[in-house]
């Protein structure tokens, strides 16, 4: 194409339309030697691969803050034994804890239907256990005695003893038990008077090398030979059976008990 006398190379233009409609295609346009008589228009076409697009029901599950499998969840301590580990609570929990757990743990796994009744079989077991221990209550033996210990007649009664030195403890025990042999071996017919006898004695000597006071010694040794005497027949009459055979066996036994608490006096009491 010559213009004014100079020659121009045909010019070719290149249209490059991108079309984002899926099942179109890319549509390529070529133009070439503008001004003659009619341009003509070359097509090439190239398939089209359509972008998978986010599903809209993801966009509305993420709206409300959930995700696609929480109702399929399975719970995780599904094959936990113990009750109360398996719905996460401790064996002090009130019933209000309890049913609060259950309907928690029931309500995020409603959808596994094993979780459901794995969680229902835990609820139920805690609660049978719970009437059960209602009905039938139990003693607690540590709980009592800690009760006994802190009451105010037993903490008096226990401030009145007191350990000694452990030469005075084998001191106090082989002088009694000399006077149990005695009694044992050697029992006469009118009783183990003289052995009993000997055994006061021994126990105000004993209280009165701990306190250095005769008046308190005497009165101690007294009253722990009669409270002693007395709770030994006590219990040889309607406790303990008898252990001696022979005619003098209440005597003997009674005598046996008698030594062992004025030992206990002897040597702990102040």
């Not at 006994?148 to 009145?160: G, L, P």
Request: hydrophobic content about 40%; glycine content about 4%; some cysteine.
């Amino acid at each position: 194409m010559a213009t004014s006398g100079v020659a121009a190379s045909p010019i070719k233009y290149c249209l490059q339309l991108p079309v984002q409609c899926p099942g179109l295609r890319e549509k390529r346009v070529s133009v070439s030697n503008l001004g003659r008589s009619r341009s003509h228009c070359t097509v090439s076409t190239q398939k089209y691969h359509p972008r998978r697009m986010p599903l809209v029901k993801c966009a509305m599950e993420a709206s409300f803050g959930g995700s696609t499998d929480d109702s399929a969840a399975i719970f995780p301590r599904i094959n936990v034994k113990d009750p109360y580990k398996r719905l996460g609570i401790n064996k002090e929990a009130s019933e209000d804890e309890i049913q609060a757990a259950r309907n928690f743990l029931i309500q995020r796994y409603a959808g596994h239907k094993p979780s459901v009744d794995a969680i229902e079989a835990a609820h139920d077991k805690i609660i049978m256990q719970k009437f059960y221990d209602r009905k039938n209550p139990k003693v607690d033996i540590k709980k009592k005695v800690r009760e006994m210990k802190q009451s105010r007649v037993v903490q008096s009664v226990t401030s009145r003893f007191r350990t000694p030195a452990t030469k005075f403890i084998v001191k106090t025990s082989i002088a009694f038990i000399v006077l149990g042999a005695l009694t044992v071996l050697f029992p006469t017919e009118e009783g183990p008077t003289l052995q009993v006898a000997i055994s006061l004695i021994t126990a105000i000597y004993f209280i009165h090398d701990r306190l250095k006071n005769k008046l308190r010694a005497f009165l101690y040794g007294a009253g722990a030979f009669i409270f002693s005497w007395l709770l030994g027949t006590f219990l040889m009459v309607s406790v303990v059976p008898p252990i001696f055979k022979g005619p003098r066996s209440l005597e003997v036994t009674t005598s046996l008990i008698t030594y062992v608490l004025l030992w206990v006096s002897s040597t702990y009491l102040i």
